[in-house]
Nanobody
Framework: QVQLVESGGGSVQAGGSLRLSCVGS????????MGWYRQAPGKEREGVAS????????YYSDSVKGRFTISQDNAKNTVYLQMDTLKPEDTAMYYC???????????????????WGQGTQVTVSS
C-alpha cells in the first residue's frame, strides 16, 4: 500500500523560501511518477509540479515556473519541492501524490487513482 508523508511546511514572508519533502513507502519508488499539488481555502486542488522518477523529467504549472523546483532522491524514496520567491498567493495546503500510471501526474491533473499524503501547510505573509 502506497504511503506518502510530507514535511517542511511553515510560515514565511513574501520573497522567502521553503523546501517540502515527501517520503514514499510501500511501493517501488522509481516505478511511480510523483507530483505536488496544492489547495487554497475555497479553491480546487491544483497541480504545481511533477517528476518522471525514472528519467527525471519535470513539469510545472505556469504559476510556479521559474520559482519552484521539484527533485528526487531515489535512494531515500523522497521527492522535494524547493519553493523560492514565495508569494502570498502560494498560501495553501500542499499535497504529495504518486501514481504508477504517469499520465495524470505529469499532466498536473487529478485522477481517482492518485495516492495522496496528508498534506503540509504553507503560509506566505505579505
Amino acid at each position: 500500500q502506497v504511503q506518502l508523508v510530507e514535511s517542511g511546511g511553515g510560515s514565511v514572508q513574501a520573497g522567502g523560501s521553503l523546501r517540502l519533502s515527501c517520503v514514499g513507502s510501500g511501493y517501488t519508488f522509481s516505478s511511480y511518477c510523483m507530483g505536488w499539488y496544492r489547495q487554497a481555502p475555497g479553491k480546487e486542488r491544483e497541480g504545481v509540479a511533477s517528476i518522471y522518477t525514472e528519467g527525471g523529467t519535470t513539469y510545472y504549472s505556469d504559476s510556479v515556473k521559474g520559482r519552484f523546483t521539484i527533485s528526487q532522491d531515489n535512494a531515500k524514496n523522497t521527492v522535494y519541492l524547493q519553493m523560492d520567491t514565495l508569494k502570498p498567493e502560494d498560501t495553501a495546503m500542499y499535497y504529495c501524490a504518486a501514481d504508477r500510471d504517469c499520465a495524470s501526474i505529469l499532466g498536473l491533473r487529478i485522477s481517482p487513482f492518485l495516492s495522496w499524503g496528508q498534506g503540509t501547510q504553507v503560509t506566505v505573509s505579505s
